[in-house]
C-alpha cells in the first residue's frame, strides 16, 4: 500500500545531463510532435530536431515546451551525418532485417535516437545514415505500435540504462 498519495511529486534528479536528443521526420500529426516534447521534457532529453514544423501545442507538450529545444531542419541526413561526426551513435527505431530488438539492446550513452514516420517508417536514405536499427517486437496486429508509443518504450529503456 502506497503511504502517501501525491498529486504530482517533484521529478528525479539527475546527477547528469541526459545525452539522448531525438531525430523526428515531419510527422502528419502536430499532436505527435506535442507528444514527443511533453516526452523529452520528462526524461530530461533537453532537444529534438525535426525536419516538420516547429509548431507544439502547449497544452499538448505542458511543461515540455518550457525545456526542450525544438531545432528545426530542412533534411535531416546531413543533420545526422554532423551528428554522428561529434560521437553520437545514431540508432533508428525501425523494423528491418538487422534491427536489434529493444530489451536486448546496449545503448551508448550520446545517443541520437531517428524516428521514423508515421506511416512511412524511416527512408531508404535515412537507413545509410544509422549505425544501429532497434526494434520494439509486437505479438498481435498491426504491425507496429503508434509513432510516440514506440518513442517512449525506446526513451524509458535508455533511461533505465542510464538513470541517476
Do not use: W
Amino acid at each position: 500500500m502506497c503511504a502517501k498519495h501525491f498529486r504530482h511529486k517533484p521529478p528525479t534528479q539527475l546527477d547528469h545531463q541526459q545525452e539522448m536528443l531525438l531525430v523526428v521526420p515531419a510527422l502528419k500529426s502536430q499532436v505527435n510532435l506535442a507528444r514527443l516534447v511533453r516526452l523529452a521534457g520528462c526524461a530530461g532529453i533537453q532537444k529534438i530536431i525535426t525536419a516538420g514544423s516547429d509548431k507544439v501545442d502547449a497544452k499538448i507538450a505542458r511543461d515540455g515546451a518550457d525545456h526542450v529545444v525544438i531545432e528545426k531542419r530542412r533534411s535531416l541526413i546531413p543533420v545526422l551525418k554532423k551528428l554522428r561526426e561529434s560521437a553520437y551513435h545514431i540508432v533508428g527505431l525501425e523494423q528491418t532485417e538487422s534491427s536489434e530488438v529493444l530489451y536486448e539492446y546496449s545503448f551508448q550513452k550520446k545517443t541520437a535516437l531517428l524516428i521514423g514516420h508515421e506511416g512511412r517508417g524511416i527512408s531508404n536514405e535515412e537507413l545509410q545514415v544509422v549505425d544501429t536499427c532497434i526494434e520494439i517486437p509486437v505479438y498481435g496486429m498491426p504491425h507496429s505500435y503508434n509513432v510516440v508509443t514506440a518513442t517512449t518504450m525506446a526513451v524509458y529503456e535508455y533511461c533505465r540504462q542510464f538513470h541517476g
